[in-house]
């Protein structure tokens, strides 16, 4: 079973992003739609989230 996590920045509406370590990303309103990324495209992902 997965763990997803939600951002302390999260709004207090619900609007967001959870990730899953080793798995992806998925939107809280629709939880069982998953985005897969595999560990070249986390790393990529994480790079861009940095840079902003």
Same mark, same amino acid.
């Given at each position: 079973?997965?763990?997803?996590?939600?951002?302390?920045? !999260? %709004? !207090? =509406?619900?609007n967001? #992003?959870? #990730?899953?370590?080793?798995?992806? #990303?998925? =939107? +809280?309103?629709?939880?069982?739609?998953?985005?897969?990324?595999? =560990?070249?495209?986390? %790393? +990529?992902l994480?790079?861009?989230?940095? %840079?902003?």
């Open positions: 079973m997965t763990r997803w996590r939600k951002s302390s920045y !999260s %709004a !207090s =509406d619900g967001c #992003v959870e #990730v899953g370590r080793g798995v992806g #990303v998925r =939107d +809280s309103k629709s939880p069982s739609v998953e985005l897969p990324l595999s =560990d070249g495209q986390w %790393a +990529s994480l790079r861009l989230v940095k %840079a902003v």
